[in-house]
């Protein structure tokens, strides 16, 4: 890359990390600035999914509070969440690049939709948690949902924190804040273990990466910063445009 080129990745990757810190969906907008500066599909989604983990890991350390007295949950669901994002990531680099070229408008789509219901899907938990009461919880049917929604984590990522909110909040009985932080943490160890198996691949550009990293940490620190000032749903439909744009921009070019 070009010195302009890593600068336009370093912006999409701030941009990620302060719409990430806000609203969520970031990768919507570093994914596709990747694709748009020739990295083939495969290699952008690699390098992002490295680049963006230690946002994850800012978003866990800030709800880690929340964490306290979920030990048994996160002994069950956290090496379900590992291993589905090792089959993802596996998955993905088995997967030919012309093969993957042709589901990346669909992914993004796909990604839109869930980003899009996200709300409905907090509302719907919050709803259910302010019915029931606390009893003994089964953490099976949890632990599945998790290893699923880690696959995909794994082969794509966007919008698995939705996802996992979703699988989280249909079965466990507790405050919509502190589900949200086993999500946190559950999204962490999917793009984590993914990222790890990412690293011997071949597919990482290490100094794009590198670049992204650093501007996705001082993105989402900034998103901390203006979080209060910043209203989430118009970043979130900003995203939610960018999303149905590139998609269709993407399959324009990849199928005219």
Same mark, same amino acid.
């Given at each position: 890359?070009?010195?302009?080129q890593? +600068?336009?990745? &370093?912006?999409?990757a701030?941009?990620?990390?302060?719409?990430?810190?806000?609203? &969520? *969906?970031?990768?919507?907008?570093?994914?596709?600035?990747?694709?748009?500066?020739?990295?083939?599909?495969?290699?952008?989604? /690699?390098?992002n999914? =490295? +680049?963006?983990?230690?946002?994850?890991?800012?978003?866990?350390?800030?709800q @880690?509070?929340?964490l306290v007295?979920?030990?048994? @949950?996160?002994?069950?669901?956290?090496?379900?969440a590992?291993?589905g994002?090792?089959?993802?990531?596996?998955l993905?680099?088995?997967t030919?690049?012309?093969a993957?070229?042709? #589901?990346?408008?669909?992914?993004?789509?796909?990604?839109v939709?869930?980003?899009?219901?996200g709300?409905?899907?907090?509302?719907?938990?919050?709803?259910?948690i302010s019915?029931?009461?606390?009893?003994?919880?089964?953490?099976?049917?949890?632990?599945?949902g998790?290893?699923? $929604?880690?696959?995909y *984590?794994?082969y794509?990522? *966007?919008g #698995?924190?939705?996802?996992?909110? +979703?699988?989280?909040g249909?079965?466990? /009985?507790?405050?919509?804040? @502190?589900?949200?932080?086993?999500?946190?943490?559950?999204s962490?160890?999917?793009? *984590?273990?993914?990222a !790890?198996?990412?690293?011997?691949?071949?597919?990482v550009?290490w100094m794009t990466?590198?670049v992204?990293?650093?501007?996705?940490?001082? &993105? &989402?620190?900034?998103?901390g910063r203006? $979080?209060s000032? !910043?209203?989430a749903?118009?970043?979130? @439909?900003?995203? #939610? =445009?960018?999303?149905? !744009?590139v998609?269709v /921009?993407?399959t324009a070019r990849t199928?005219g």
């Amino acid at each position: 890359m070009t010195p302009g080129q890593y +600068a336009i990745a &370093g912006l999409a990757a701030l941009a990620a990390g302060l719409v990430n810190a806000l609203a &969520g *969906g970031g990768t919507l907008i570093s994914f596709p600035v990747l694709l748009a500066l020739g990295v083939p599909p495969v290699t952008a989604n /690699v390098t992002n999914t =490295v +680049a963006l983990v230690p946002g994850y890991l800012g978003g866990t350390y800030a709800q @880690r509070g929340d964490l306290v007295g979920q030990g048994r @949950r996160m002994r069950i669901l956290l090496p379900a969440a590992g291993l589905g994002g090792i089959l993802g990531a596996v998955l993905l680099l088995v997967t030919p690049e012309s093969a993957f070229k042709v #589901l990346v408008p669909f992914l993004i789509l796909g990604a839109v939709v869930i980003l899009a219901l996200g709300d409905q899907v907090k509302r719907r938990v919050a709803a259910r948690i302010s019915r029931l009461h606390d009893g003994r919880e089964q953490l099976v049917g949890p632990a599945i949902g998790v290893f699923l $929604a880690a696959i995909y *984590g794994g082969y794509f990522g *966007g919008g #698995l924190g939705i996802i996992v909110l +979703a699988v989280l909040g249909m079965v466990l /009985v507790d405050t919509l804040t @502190r589900i949200n932080a086993l999500k946190q943490c559950t999204s962490l160890v999917v793009n *984590g273990f993914a990222a !790890v198996i990412f690293l011997f691949s071949g597919h990482v550009l290490w100094m794009t990466a590198g670049v992204m990293l650093v501007c996705a940490l001082l &993105g &989402g620190y900034l998103g901390g910063r203006v $979080a209060s000032r !910043v209203p989430a749903k118009v970043l979130q @439909r900003l995203v #939610l =445009v960018i999303g149905v !744009v590139v998609a269709v /921009v993407y399959t324009a070019r990849t199928f005219g």
